[in-house]
């Protein structure tokens, strides 16, 4: 008999071995059944019932393997692969904020990124703060773009994570606060099915100052979920978002699975399900993946 839940660890895999020890570990805490291993060393899945009475709770599992670098996921077995990925991309898709980038080229690094952070914490609203920040990009040369995208990596998984869910018939799409200037870009890289972003304005040669509205910001991207679910003809249930940012959190929310991705804290702790040490293809290994089925 298939058991209704599936407990799923993940290993930082360039800094620790996911080992036996571990695994028998974690499915004494559940009361869980024989382990299945989604790539040696490094991810395994462990059937279980929910946690109940007498039981530790997810976080008590999560908090005992911290210290190893093992992140902790605990899903209903039925449903796990998504028909639909919805992914931010500044600190997610890929490794760095780009406006924070271009800002640093302006000479207001320290001032745009503290901008960032509070709005990232869920201090300050998004949009407000996303107008504030170009506005300190006025007069810079259009040629900083390019020199940004140069120095922008995508976050090791991205690839793996786009390219096996296409594989497997989901829709892919990266929904993001940032810009479609990097956004185009970063889609093609990992082969995303569609990108939707903010417009920043571009006069001249020069960065204006001002963005395109409607600003794409936290409704929106919940909206651009459940919009994108409604053409596919799936439930929400079926849908998959990660990100990092409170501008995230509705789409986490909303979404079947919502990943907390390396997170700031208030999404963190608000987030049901979280990849706190892994890379993304802690994604791919939440939805039974194994490393065999991935693709590149």
Do not use: Q, S
């Given at each position: 008999m298939t058991l209704p839940y599936t407990l799923t660890l993940v290993a930082r895999r360039e800094a620790v071995t996911l080992t036996s020890a571990m695994?028998?570990?974690?499915?004494?805490?559940?009361?869980?059944?024989p382990p299945v291993i989604l790539s040696e060393g490094e991810a395994a899945d462990i059937p279980c019932t929910p946690p109940g009475f007498g039981r530790p709770s997810l976080e008590t599992i999560r908090a005992t393997f911290a210290p190893r670098e093992v992140?902790?996921?605990?899903?209903?077995?039925?449903?796990?692969?998504k028909g639909l990925l919805v992914a931010d991309m500044d600190s997610t898709i890929v490794s760095s904020e780009t406006l924070d980038e271009l800002a640093a080229r302006a000479g207001v690094g320290e001032k745009v990124a503290a901008i960032t952070r509070r709005s990232m914490n869920g201090e300050i609203g998004f949009a407000g703060a996303l107008r504030e920040r170009v506005a300190l990009l006025a007069g810079l040369d259009a040629s900083a773009l390019e020199a940004?995208?140069?120095?922008?990596?995508?976050?090791p998984g991205a690839r793996s994570l786009v390219a096996t869910m296409r594989a497997h018939n989901a829709t892919t799409a990266l929904v993001s606060g940032g810009f479609t200037w990097f956004t185009e870009r970063v889609a093609a890289l990992c082969g995303f099915d569609a990108h939707h972003a903010n417009?920043?304005?571009?006069?001249?040669?020069?960065?204006t100052g001002r963005v395109g509205e409607p600003i794409l910001g936290r409704e929106a991207k919940r909206d651009m979920l459940l919009a994108l679910a409604e053409a596919r003809g799936l439930r929400p249930g079926a849908t998959l978002a990660i990100g990092d940012g409170a501008n995230d959190l509705d789409m986490l929310r909303e979404a079947g699975?919502?990943?907390?991705?390396?997170?700031?804290?208030v999404v963190a702790e608000a987030a049901a399900h979280r990849i706190d040490h892994a890379d993304l293809r802690a994604a791919l290994f939440a939805q039974g993946y194994r490393a065999s089925d991935f693709r590149e």
């Open positions: 695994i028998d570990a974690a499915r004494e805490l559940v009361a869980g059944g992140d902790v996921l605990l899903l209903r077995t039925r449903g796990r692969r940004t995208w140069a120095e922008t990596r995508l976050t417009a920043l304005l571009v006069e001249e040669g020069r960065i699975l919502g990943l907390a991705f390396h997170a700031k804290p």
